[in-house]
């Protein structure tokens, strides 16, 4: 990925949860599958393929293409409800039990921005919606929210243009990411540890 291109609005939940797995997969495009993307992928499934219904005057877009020229961001938000009132609403899914992840809400924050740049309309609510639980978990568009999306979206411009990969977490995260073989959290903060060991060793100031 360019460091000129637009940011993928995944990047921006890659980057909340770990700095390092979005280096892995925008900057050096490298991706692996484990038992929770593919739970992601089965979730997907339905609102991957482009389409539309309506419910009770609700028309709910699917897999709908969205952008920011002001952020530079583009995408696709899995469904886009428009209701009779005018309002937008989007909703974003996820393979897991219902419950509160702030890198899932600056995703569908960003999607939001996308949406009232696009429409010109502002979006003050969106959902996740859990497929493992069969839920909505309703999520207010605040300003905090809108303000981590700028930053999340500088942090990773940074990051492009700099080129180089954050270090890894080496931390909880790392059971669950499909990316550990690749990124080998451990033996990247035991090669740092030692580099910082030695730096003190042999850093005349330090004796």
């Given at each position: ?131 493992g639980s069969r839920r909505r978990r309703?999520v207010v568009i605040t300003q905090e ?60 100031e330090a004796i």
């Amino acid at each position: 990925m360019d460091a000129t291109d637009p940011i993928m609005l995944s990047a921006l939940q890659h980057w909340s949860y770990c700095p390092r797995q979005c280096g892995l997969i925008h900057l050096e495009q490298a991706f692996d599958e484990n038992v929770h993307t593919m739970r992601g992928n089965a979730a997907h499934e339905w609102v991957d393929e482009p389409g539309y219904e309506t419910f009770e005057g609700v028309r709910a877009e699917r897999a709908l293409p969205v952008w920011s020229d002001r952020l530079r961001l583009i995408g696709k938000c899995d469904v886009v409800e428009f209701h009779p009132g005018g309002s937008i609403y989007p909703v974003e899914y996820k393979h897991g039990k219902k419950r509160e992840k702030t890198h899932d809400d600056i995703q569908l924050a960003a999607q939001a921005m996308c949406l009232e740049e696009m429409t010109g309309k502002v979006n003050t609510h969106g959902a996740i919606y859990h497929h493992g639980s069969r839920r909505r978990r309703e999520v207010v568009i605040t300003q905090e929210l809108r303000d981590q999306v700028k930053e999340t979206v500088s942090a990773i411009r940074a990051m492009l243009d700099f080129g180089k990969l954050p270090p890894p977490a080496n931390d909880a995260r790392c059971r669950e990411c499909s990316l550990k073989e690749i990124c080998q959290p451990e033996a990247v903060a035991e090669r740092a540890a030692q580099h910082t060991l030695l730096e003190t060793l042999f850093d005349p100031e330090a004796i």
